[in-house]
């Protein structure tokens, strides 16, 4: 094996989208489970939540407690662990072909942080690394990673090459992950994509964090604000 950089001063957050409360079991979780023991095998710190075990309000501010609801998780329980974080997995079921409630719930709230901006002037989530885990007994693996993935760099996060795993078995009912007999926690595709995955965020995220973050240039917002426009023309036929 290779060798490989210090990662030990790399954060990771693991959230499982599931729709069950703990401690039912999640399937999910057998993924994430996997990816987070060869990251602590690196001593990564990695921090992991259930995502439906708190209450978090549905909305795209941040903080909902503004606008209505009397509760809100979001930004005392939630987003420091979001942002002190080099690295976010989302993990999730398919549900009719989709992700599940829980994830679309998960991206609009970190949709809500995503005018925010880092010490460098950038948006928030610049300089941080996303990554995605599926599990069903329903074809979407690839769909709903690309919707997970998609959304992740549209706010910010850089997103390394096979950013995503999961295991979906066959097609139509049967048995989930972590059933006995499932064959999933066996199988190679999906162990190999589980490692490829989890090393790809750990080089990306070591790369970015030894370069002092995402480079400045050409995506200051407030310098886009005071009137710079970074060579942009608007009309460049016209020049």
Not at 1 to 21: H, I, W, Y
Not at 31 to 57: P, T, Y
Not at 166 to 180: M, R, T
Not at 228 to 238: D, K, Q, T, V
Request: contains cysteine; aromatic residues 10%.
């Amino acid at each position: 094996m290779a060798e490989l950089p210090d990662f030990s001063d790399l954060r990771a957050l693991f959230v499982n989208c599931t729709l069950k409360r703990s401690p039912e079991v999640s399937h999910t979780q057998g993924i994430i489970d996997a990816s987070i023991a060869l990251m602590r095998e690196h001593r990564v710190q990695v921090d992991e939540l259930r995502f439906v075990d708190l209450d978090v309000a549905t909305g795209v501010y941040p903080d909902m407690r503004e606008h209505g609801w009397p509760v809100d998780d979001w930004p005392d329980e939630v987003w420091p662990r979001v942002e002190a974080a080099d690295i976010l997995v989302v993990g999730g079921p398919i549900w009719l072909g989709d992700n599940s409630s829980i994830t679309k719930k998960l991206i609009e709230r970190l949709y809500a942080m995503s005018a925010l901006v880092n010490d460098r002037g950038q948006y928030v989530y610049y300089g941080k690394v996303g990554g995605a885990i599926i599990t069903g007994n329903e074809d979407g693996i690839k769909h709903c990673a690309q919707n997970i993935l998609y959304s992740l760099q549209h706010i910010g996060y850089a997103i390394p090459p096979g950013a995503d795993a999961g295991w979906i078995g066959e097609a139509g009912p049967g048995p989930s992950y972590l059933d006995p007999g499932s064959g999933g926690p066996e199988n190679d595709f999906t162990n190999r994509n589980t490692t490829f995955m989890t090393y790809n965020l750990l080089h990306l995220a070591r790369l970015l964090k030894d370069a002092g973050g995402f480079p400045v240039g050409g995506n200051v917002r407030a310098e886009w604000d005071g009137g710079e426009r970074f060579g942009f023309e608007a009309n460049p036929e016209y020049r």
